[in-house]
């Protein structure tokens, strides 16, 4: 099985290969922006809903602190549930 993988790799087109490496790039791309989106909506229900006194780009580097172990000054209840 694995010789026929390398056998087919070696087939393929360049042409063929060039559109599977942009679909993986596309995947990736999208994925990562799911991910961000996703990592943002939850910093600004947090910047929403507590008063925390930084501003969402702070918050946004205090959570990656937090998410490292390392001490914050916002409280951890909050990371544990945005909403009030």
Same mark, same amino acid.
């Given at each position: 099985?694995?010789?026929?993988?390398?056998?087919? @790799?070696?087939?393929?087109?360049?042409?063929?290969?060039?559109?599977?490496?942009?679909?993986?790039?596309?995947?990736?791309?999208?994925?990562?922006?799911?991910?961000?989106?996703?990592?943002?909506?939850?910093?600004?229900?947090?910047?929403?809903?507590?008063?925390?006194?930084?501003?969402?780009?702070?918050?946004?580097?205090?959570?990656?602190?937090?998410?490292?172990?390392?001490?914050?000054? @916002?409280?951890? @209840?909050?990371?544990?549930? &945005?909403? &009030?």
């Amino acid at each position: 099985m694995n010789l026929q993988t390398k056998i087919r @790799v070696k087939e393929q087109s360049k042409k063929s290969k060039e559109e599977e490496k942009q679909k993986r790039r596309t995947d990736a791309n999208k994925k990562r922006s799911q991910k961000n989106r996703r990592a943002w909506n939850f910093i600004k229900s947090i910047h929403r809903n507590y008063n925390t006194g930084k501003t969402t780009r702070e918050l946004r580097s205090t959570f990656s602190k937090f998410k490292r172990g390392l001490e914050t000054d @916002v409280s951890e @209840v909050i990371w544990s549930n &945005p909403s &009030p």
